[in-house]
Structure formats: C-alpha cells, structure tokens
C-alpha cells in the first residue's frame, strides 16, 4: 500500500479539456499529469491542473467514484468542479 492519499481526481487542461481519475497517491499522480505522464489522453490533451478531489476510504471507493463520475454528462461534472472551486483554480497545493 502507498503512502499516499488515495483519491478520485480531475485534472483541466488549459481549453477546458477534463480527465476524471483515481489514484492510490495523489501527489505523485499530479507530478506525473504535469510533465505529460498522466497516460495517453492527459498527454494528448496537457490536462494538468487539479481542479477537484475527493479523498477515498479504499482503492475501491475511489475506482467505484471514478466510473460513476466518468458516466456523467460534462454539465455535471462542471456542477461538481464549481460547487467547491468555481474559478477552475489549481488546487495541488492543497495535497503537497
């Protein structure tokens, strides 16, 4: 087991572009977003900025998140990004 905190992410590249993840260490996750190793889609698309998490119990809890999240309609995702972060600011300052 990590000792990271596990959690359900998204990250927004700078158009707008959002990614919905989960992780088992959320520090290291955005460093990796960050220099263009967050996986094939966030590298197409340079999605980098933390805009919203959720800290999970279990790797479960946050993939179980994760797919419900990922089913949404964008609207509600953006629902969910502004309900806590309505400028769309990067929020990784809060995990470091």
Same mark, same amino acid.
């Given at each position: 087991?990590?000792?990271?905190?596990?959690?359900?992410?998204?990250?927004?590249?700078?158009?707008?572009?959002?990614?919905?993840?989960?992780?088992?260490?959320?520090?290291?996750?955005?460093?990796?977003?960050?220099?263009?190793?967050?996986?094939?889609?966030?590298?197409?698309? $340079?999605? #980098? &900025?933390? /805009? %919203?998490?959720?800290?999970? !119990?279990?790797?479960?809890?946050?993939?179980?998140?994760?797919?419900?999240?990922?089913?949404? $309609?964008? #609207? &509600?995702? /953006? %629902?969910?990004?502004?309900? !806590?972060?309505?400028?769309?600011?990067?929020?990784?300052?809060?995990?470091?």
């Amino acid at each position: 087991m990590s000792n990271g905190i596990i959690a359900t992410y998204m990250v927004a590249s700078l158009q707008g572009v959002l990614y919905t993840g989960f992780t088992v260490n959320l520090r290291d996750r955005i460093e990796q977003h960050r220099v263009g190793l967050g996986g094939e889609f966030s590298s197409l698309y $340079r999605n #980098s &900025k933390l /805009v %919203w998490c959720e800290v999970a !119990e279990s790797i479960e809890s946050a993939r179980e998140r994760e797919a419900q999240i990922k089913r949404w $309609r964008r #609207s &509600k995702k /953006v %629902w969910l990004i502004e309900r !806590e972060n309505p400028y769309w600011e990067d929020i990784s300052w809060k995990v470091n």
